[in-house]
Each structure stands twice: as structure tokens, then as C-alpha cells.
């Protein structure tokens, strides 16, 4: 008999580019991956991410702010879109919007989030630049657990980068951004797996048998 075990249901939150959503969907589209990409939601009509989505044929939805009349109510639709659409794991992956502590509580211990430095080094807008005008020789990616502040959440995985002498802010965010698509499916694929535990602040990896 062969068992077919079902992949986790996950969603992908982004407003621009979508350059780790392509990296994400990319290393989904490998049968032994343990997720599948099942939906896009943007805040940005115009996200290239959207178009990305739907050239993978994975539905993208745009859900616009200014459609709702304050953030809660608009936490609450995307919320009641993630549940009808059966999610597991919310990946923000340059969502610019701030999900609110309701919507964090709610799907508590199961949104994922990658930002642009070693947090919690330079947390916020412009990682990167704030990491050039610091002077700090290493930079780097972290993908985090998604807690109701500001990319404060329970560290999952960072990898570092050196800064170098001639570095710009768009050579040193392009050096990031390389490290970030290589997290972001890994840790899908270990939270998928349920590899990790969550003790106190520290995400720890558990080895599969
Ligand atoms: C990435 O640098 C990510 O760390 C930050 O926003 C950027 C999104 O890039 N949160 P992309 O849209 O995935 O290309």
C-alpha cells in the first residue's frame, strides 16, 4: 500500500519583489519537499510577487488596507481568508504591513518571518543600511518566529555575511538577500517536518529518526 502523507498547507505573505517567495516556491516544487505553497496574499495590488505566485499556478489574492476601515478589521479578513484556506504556516516574506497582536496570537508559533540582518541587530525598515552606517564587519539573515513585536520573535535560523570595504547598501542587501533564499525554504522544511521545538526563546532543531 502506499501511504501518501499530506504536505503542510502554507501561505505566503509578500508586498513587492518576491524574490524569497520565487526561492520558497522553487524548493517547493520539489516532490520530497514536506510543503506546498497553497496561496499568495499581497497588500500591494502591483507586487511582482503576485504574478510570481500565479506563473507557479498558485493563487494569488490581493487584499488591500485601505479596503477596511482599520487594521483589526482587516487582520480579521486575512485571518478568516488563512482558515478557510486551510493554512499551517504563514510565511511573511517582505509583507510591509504590520499584522496586529489579535492576528498573533491566533496563529501563535505558526508565521514565519526572514529579515535582512542578525537580529536582534537593526530590527525595522532599511536593515541593511542601518548595518552599513553601524560599521559592523558582519552581517547577514535571519528567519524568526512572528511574536507581537517588531521581528522580535524566537530566532529559527541565521546565517551570516562578511561586510566588505567597498560595499554599497545593494551589494551588501544583494549578499543578504542570497543567504535569506537559502533559509527560507530550510526552515519551512524543518518547521514541515516538525523539527522544531520552541523552548523559552530558543528554537531548537531535532534530528528525524
Ligand atoms: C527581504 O530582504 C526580506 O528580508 C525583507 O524584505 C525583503 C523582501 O524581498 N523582509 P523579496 O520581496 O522577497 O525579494
Known sequence: MVHVTARLRVA??????????????EAA???????????VVSDRERAQALDR????????IVLDPKAYPDRDAYDAAL??????HRIGLVCLAGFMHILGAEFVRAFAGCVLNVHPSLLPAFPGLAAQRQALEY???????TVHLVDEGVDTGPIVLQASVPVLPGDTEASLSARILAEEHRLYP????????RQLRIVGRRVLEETTT
Not at 14 to 24: D, E, K, M, T, V
Not at 79 to 84: C, K, S, V, Y
Open 186 to 193: 530550510e526552515a519551512i522544511r524543518l518547521f514541515a517536518n
Open 53 to 60: 505566485a500565479r506563473g507557479h499556478g498558485v493563487p494569488a
Open 135 to 141: 560599521g559592523v564587519k558582519i552581517a547577514g539573515a
Open 29 to 39: 516544487a520539489r516532490p520530497e519537499f514536506p510543503a506546498e505553497i497553497v496561496l
Open 79 to 84: 485571518g478568516a481568508l488563512l482558515q478557510e
Open 12 to 25: 505566503v505573505l509578500a508586498s513587492g519583489r518576491g524574490s524569497n517567495l520565487h526561492a520558497i516556491l
